[in-house]
């Protein structure tokens, strides 16, 4: 069995929650209200630009130059996504973006962040893992089952398409290549971080549906 199967398989009730969480379900019929999506793609937007710095440190830890340039890539997609946002949905919605990053945002980039800076090419790479696989899996479930016409049908495409299937291939292999040669220690530390970082994007999904805010 492959290491990302096991991954798959212990984070299998997270990714379960994921697709039943109201904002997931919501989005599938078009029914998720525009001011949840709003705050949503804000809040993306500050996790993107994030999320692409800890790919390209991910690039300096790699071994060589081919998953560097597949790091680098995969960054320079997430500024690229990043900047779509802007030029469409900054451009369609009034978003205000004053607000800075809410708690489940704030954890979860800070998270990717530092586990980029201080742990090994291999937790690293466990912990971006599911910012690429759970996606994928949550933009073909609601893909596959969309209510249409839909609203938000620009973002499911985007999801469910061919372009970032491949990336999140690449990403796969990277990360079972690393499990083969890595020990067992190590692996228990990836499965870690595959989890930690699973139940960020649940946090992240749900934070969007309550529009959260700081306590204080
Ligand atoms: C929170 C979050 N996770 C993953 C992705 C896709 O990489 C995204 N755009 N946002
Ligand atoms: C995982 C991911 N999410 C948005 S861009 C990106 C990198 C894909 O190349």
């Given at each position: 069995?492959?290491?990302?199967?096991?991954?798959?398989?212990?984070?299998?009730?997270?990714?379960?929650?994921?697709?039943?969480?109201?904002?997931?379900?919501?989005?599938?019929?078009?029914?998720?209200p525009?001011?949840?999506?709003?705050?949503?793609?804000?809040q993306?937007?500050?996790?993107?630009?994030?999320?692409?710095?800890a790919?390209a440190?991910?690039?300096?830890?790699?071994?060589?130059?081919?998953?560097?340039?597949?790091?680098l890539?995969?960054?320079q997609?997430?500024?690229?996504?990043?900047?779509?946002?802007?030029?469409?949905y900054?451009?369609?919605?009034v978003?205000?973006?004053?607000?800075?990053?809410?708690?489940?945002?704030?954890?979860y980039?800070?998270?990717l962040m530092?586990?980029?800076?201080f742990?090994?090419?291999?937790?690293?790479?466990?912990?971006?893992l599911?910012?690429?696989?759970?996606?994928?899996q949550?933009?073909?479930?609601?893909?596959?089952?969309?209510?249409t016409?839909n609203?938000?049908?620009?973002?499911?495409?985007?999801?469910?398409?061919?372009?970032?299937?491949?990336?999140v291939?690449?990403?796969?292999?990277?990360?079972?290549?690393?499990?083969?040669?890595?020990?067992?220690?190590?692996?228990?530390?990836?499965?870690?971080?595959?989890?930690?970082?699973?139940?960020?994007?649940?946090?992240?999904?749900?934070?969007?549906?309550?529009?959260?805010g700081?306590?204080?």
């Amino acid at each position: 069995m492959k290491f990302t199967e096991l991954l798959w398989a212990e984070a299998l009730p997270i990714f379960e929650q994921i697709k039943l969480h109201p904002f997931n379900q919501e989005l599938k019929t078009g029914t998720l209200p525009l001011e949840k999506f709003k705050f949503y793609i804000y809040q993306d937007s500050l996790y993107l630009a994030d999320f692409a710095r800890a790919l390209a440190v991910a690039g300096t830890k790699a071994g060589n130059s081919h998953e560097l340039l597949d790091f680098l890539q995969f960054a320079q997609n997430a500024i690229l996504v990043e900047r779509a946002l802007h030029l469409s949905y900054f451009k369609e919605y009034v978003i205000d973006y004053q607000s800075g990053k809410a708690p489940g945002c704030f954890a979860y980039t800070n998270y990717l962040m530092a586990t980029s800076a201080f742990e090994s090419y291999e937790v690293t790479v466990a912990a971006l893992l599911p910012c690429f696989w759970i996606y994928k899996q949550v933009g073909d479930y609601i893909y596959a089952n969309q209510s249409t016409p839909n609203p938000y049908q620009n973002w499911i495409n985007a999801y469910a398409g061919e372009d970032f299937a491949y990336s999140v291939q690449k990403a796969l292999e990277i990360c079972d290549q690393l499990a083969g040669q890595a020990s067992e220690a190590t692996r228990k530390k990836m499965t870690e971080a595959y989890v930690t970082a699973s139940r960020l994007e649940y946090v992240f999904w749900d934070s969007a549906y309550r529009s959260e805010g700081w306590a204080v």
